[in-house]
């Protein structure tokens, strides 16, 4: 049981480069999150998805978009990186959206966007 | 505007020594308030949960207290050991009807446990 797991674990990009970041979960959750974590601010939401076939914009979307390919798997996609999106992504799942449900974060994806 | 501010920002203790981290939020409508523990370069993993009407919930050598008339809640640490060394996030639900709620992160206290 692995939880929830991200690939790349670290990745550098140029401006203007695009990338997949990668999450999947074996708990049979429904609902996946993506976060951002900058130095010196708190987690800020960026989608989430509450259930298989539905993803909603979280506080900081812009940049970004996702993709709920089924229920294991939630994906972040760059279109044309900035230096602004420099951060560490996380991946959370958990059983519903409910907010006594806890959250299970994956390790992180490191990007540098150069 | 709901906020959460925690206190201090860092902290170095000796180990076996105890201490408590401090969190103040001007949430509302509130919904429940969690402490995070997370390890450097891993994801947040929750220690405890706590609603309107607990004053008290411990988890081992943790102990969150709430008071939702002040709106601050700690997290004390007791006899901590070198493991405990990590950043403590404190994240506070907003209601926003049913059982659904939006998260405010806490920007963390940064432990160091010194032998």
Known sequence: NAGVTQTPKFQVLKTGQSMTLQCAQDMNHNSMYWYRQDPGMGLRLIYYSASEGTTDKGEVPNGYNVS??????????????????????????SAGTSTWETQYFGPGTRLLVL | KNQVEQSPQSLIILEGKNCTLQ???TVSP???????????????????????????????RYTATLDADTKQSSLHITASQLSDSASYICVVSAWKGGSQGNLIFGKGTKLSVKP
Do not use: H
């Open chain 1, 68 to 93: 709920r390919l089924n229920k294991r798997e939630f994906s972040l996609r760059l279109e044309s990186a900035a230096p602004s999106q420099t951060s560490v992504y996380f991946c959370a799942s």
């Open chain 2, 23 to 25: 969190c103040n939020y």
């Open chain 2, 30 to 60: 509130f919904s429940n308030l969690r402490w995070y523990k997370q390890d450097t370069g891993r994801g947040p993993v929750s220690l405890t949960i706590m609603t309107f009407s607990e004053n008290t919930k411990s988890n081992g």
